[in-house]
């Protein structure tokens, strides 16, 4: 069963608007951690967001926020007034308990259309 | 500040030659992981290193793939015998706790 399941193969969002990238995943360990990054196309994975298991509050970095439906195992990532340098692949990853491992979803191309 | 860094980043090779690939971590951080990412897909993690030992590795490491980190700076990943199948980019992060981990530029494997 795959662990991180991203439904968005692509999107196409027009400049300065938000847009919810979708994430759910698959694990029985109370303990885990969620993340998203990333990729333009030069092919550098840039971290953007965590999320711990046990935080109370759903994490925000500047324009990226994660919202953390606990009990439907969702993580979406949203990206307020958006820019054509959003433009890239969005991967949604996972680390369970001690492992050390990342799990990744297979992403989400964004396009921003001026 | 300067961040991971690989190389070579693009290599060329036959196959059932032996490659080799070089990732230097963020000087602070002790941790280290490698990861292979074909295209369209997410990467998959391939091995994983605390300072010098290596703590995890991935089935998918077979045994023409081998990693080290000595004296727990820079790494590197050795293919011997490439296949076709190896073409990828491979993929290297460093932390210092076991939450964000941030990711080199990436060395990307042609193998004909």
């Known amino acids: 069963a795959q662990k991180i399941t991203q439904t968005q193969p692509g999107m196409f969002v027009q400049e300065k608007e938000a847009v919810t990238l979708d994430c759910t995943y698959d694990?029985?360990?109370?303990?885990?951690?969620l993340f998203w990054y990333k990729q333009p196309s030069s092919g550098e994975m840039i971290f953007l967001i965590y999320q711990g298991s046990y935080d109370q509050q759903n994490a925000t970095e500047g324009r990226y926020s994660l919202n953390f439906q606990k009990a439907r195992k969702s993580a979406n990532l949203v990206i307020s007034a958006s820019q054509l340098g959003d433009s890239a692949m969005y991967f949604c990853?996972?680390?369970?308990?001690?492992?050390?491992?990342?799990?990744w979803g297979a992403g989400t191309k964004l396009i921003i259309k001026p | 500040d300067t961040g991971v860094s690989q190389n070579p980043r693009h290599k060329i090779t036959k196959r059932g030659q032996n490659v080799t690939f070089r990732c230097d971590p963020i000087s602070e951080h002790n941790r280290l992981y490698w990861y292979r990412q074909t295209l369209g897909q997410g990467p998959e993690f391939l091995t994983y290193?605390?300072?010098?030992?290596?703590?995890?590795k991935s089935r998918l490491l077979s045994d023409r793939f081998s990693a080290e980190r000595p004296k727990g700076s820079f790494s590197t990943l050795e293919i011997q015998r490439t296949e076709q199948g190896d073409s990828a980019m491979y993929l290297c992060?460093?932390?210092?706790?076991?939450?964000?981990?941030?990711f080199g530029p990436g060395t990307r494997l042609t193998v004909t």
């Open positions: 290193f605390q300072n010098e030992a290596q703590l995890e």
């Open positions: 992060a460093s932390s210092s706790v076991p939450y964000e981990q941030y």
């Open positions: 990853a996972m680390r369970e308990g001690s492992n050390y491992q990342l799990i």
């Open positions: 694990t029985s360990d109370p303990s885990y951690g």
